[in-house]
């Protein structure tokens, strides 16, 4: 059953109850998305991790493998907290983020920190998506007066900025390589 607090049903109760399902089903047509980006996103990142270079680089990725695959799980538990049998819908959006990511894997030479920038460059992208998401879940999930939600939502929401902090910290010394590395 789905946890609102007083607070959004008085908020809810002045709006029309179509509006109100309209609204549910846009945040549920988004956790499905969103659910498919994280499934694919696990397949994705050990391919990243086995193409880096940088130490760093795979520690960082394989902490973000461990966190998407428990962000996996607490997305289940979001559209049970709503009532809802987790489904996956495809993410076009991030379809198109790891085929980039993919493409520029193979334009780069293996072995080289010039590879490893790619590799960045690409999951900062999937990163900024994520966060983007995950900001317009929690807010919509606020809306329409889901607690639970809101809070399993903001916990992982959290987990990608950290992901993008550890993954501009990774790129400084990164880059620098690359540069040196291309002279």
Known sequence: MPTKTKAAEKQLSGRKPEAESALKEL???ELKDIYWAEQHLVKALPKMMKNATSDELKNTIQEHLTQTENQ???????????GE?????KC???????KEADELMKETEKGT???????????????HYEIASYGTLCALAGTLGFTDAV???QQTL???KQADQLLTQAAGAINEAALQETN
């Open 72 to 82: 996996v799980v607490r997305l289940e538990q979001v559209f049970e907290s709503i």
């Open 92 to 98: 076009e959006a991030m379809e198109g983020l790891l």
């Open 113 to 127: 920190e010039v590879r490893d920038v790619a590799i960045i460059s690409t999951a900062q992208k999937v990163e």
């Open 85 to 89: 049998k987790a489904k996956a819908v």
């Open 158 to 160: 959290e987990e990608e």
């Open 27 to 29: 945040f549920i047509d």
């Open 151 to 153: 809070e399993l939502l």
